[in-house]
């Protein structure tokens, strides 16, 4: 069961946030246990070393593009790995200041990320419940603060748990119930989706911020059936972690579903991106919030992703949103020379191609900044291509 109940009717996200004024919330059940302190030592241990960490990923990107991803050294992964580990301690532990969002009440189930899966007073939750203000939110915490591939396997068995105790439940609190993951949180609420899809079981709505499985995942294709209205899907095509450290040594076998998205449209499920200026737009409060390159290689915290909730929630979400580009493979981007000799142009629409080998007869796709975004086979690449195409028809119409 979820371990902590917060009536949140009155709750001021600046009462959880360092520096800010605010008046002590008038009616909290039970608030989050030590917020305030938490607030005022946000993650500063883990930040000191940021620039370091930067450096670090610089190093490891460097290595990467000189060896083909098969044939990463043990010591690489294991980089890789600690890079992880600390992002996403950064992307569980910090906050951001947004304004409520206010709806009919109901019960929201909030699911956290790797390694700060025990912690009822992480302000990742506290986010959540400012986005949810209005509404009763618990957190349901579950095994995950481990290395990471006990903790992705732990994942799986926690979303089986979890459909298990909303089969249990009554239909009339089904209806009304909406399950929000972080990252590895993301991912089950996404299989949690999937089980109850099978089962003929459905929530209110699901909602997963960068989740943390492969995009190719059969759950995927499943989870729209899981819940009454649709579920929401945030991504962002460059998050650090998801990109660097999860797609190149995660071992999930393909990128994140947070990153790009789905290949194809999903039933009962509708895809938005954060823009670019997410970070920008996204205030932190910490010290370190003022440091726009940290807060880059950062950006896999909760706090943008419930930034652009609050948005779509609101029924405004982002206009500037990237473009997504499924791939099915690791992709490390770069510029590269137009297509001439060894390549053919299939397809172009606004400063984006779509070109073959002449040699090898694989594909690839470039950006109108000249990089190649994803590489594969022809109709994996039309199909991506496809998807482009669609958002760019959405923003020229004032869709998505």
Not at 6 to 18: D, E, K, Q, W
Not at 386 to 393: D, E, F, N, P
Request: net charge positive; proline share 4%.
């Amino acid at each position: 069961m979820p371990v902590q109940s917060v009536n949140i009717n009155n709750v001021s996200m600046a009462y959880f946030l360092r520096g800010v004024d605010a008046a002590k919330p008038k009616e909290v059940e039970q608030a989050p246990q030590g917020a305030q302190e938490g607030a005022n030592a946000v993650v500063a241990p883990e930040l000191e070393a940021a620039g370091k960490m930067v450096s670090q990923l610089d190093v490891l990107l460097m290595k990467a593009a000189k060896t083909s991803t098969k044939s990463l050294s043990g010591k690489m992964k294991f980089q890789g790995t600690v890079l992880l580990a600390l992002l996403a301690s950064l992307a569980a532990g910090a906050s951001h200041s947004t304004g409520p969002w206010t709806k009919a009440r109901a019960c929201v189930w909030y699911v956290p990320g790797w390694n700060r899966t025990a912690e009822t007073n992480g302000l990742a939750y506290a986010s959540c419940t400012n986005v949810f203000k209005g509404n009763v939110c618990s957190f349901w915490g579950w095994d995950g603060d481990r290395g990471w591939s006990t903790s992705a396997a732990n994942a799986d068995v926690a979303a089986k748990r979890l459909a298990d105790e909303i089969v249990s439940s009554n239909a009339a609190f089904r209806s009304e119930l909406v399950i929000v993951g972080h990252s590895l949180g993301g991912r089950i609420v996404a299989r949690t989706l999937a089980e109850l899809s099978r089962r003929g079981v459905k929530v209110g709505q699901g909602i997963m911020l960068a989740p943390a499985i492969p995009m190719n995942d059969p759950d995927v294709a499943q989870m729209g059936g899981g819940c009454v209205r649709p579920a929401i899907l945030v991504v962002n095509p460059k998050d650090s972690v998801l990109k660097y450290c999860y797609d190149m040594v995660g071992g999930e076998g393909g990128p994140a579903l947070g990153r790009n998205g789905s290949p194809a449209a999903l039933a009962n499920v509708v895809e938005y991106a954060v823009p670019k200026t997410i970070t920008d737009e996204t205030k932190i409060d910490a010290a370190w919030g003022r440091s726009e390159t940290v807060k880059r290689v950062c950006n896999h915290l909760a706090a943008f992703y419930f930034t652009e909730l609050r948005r779509i929630l609101d029924g405004k979400p982002s206009k500037s949103a990237q473009v997504r580009v499924p791939q099915g493979r690791i992709n490390l981007e770069w510029k590269v020379i137009d297509a001439g000799v060894w390549w053919n142009v299939l397809d172009t629409c606004g400063g984006w191609k779509l070109e073959r080998n002449i040699v090898t007869g694989h594909c690839r796709i470039i950006s109108p900044e000249r990089k190649r975004v994803a590489w594969g086979p022809e109709a994996q690449m039309r199909a991506s291509f496809s998807k482009i195409r669609a958002q760019l028809s959405d923003k020229a119409t004032g869709g998505k």
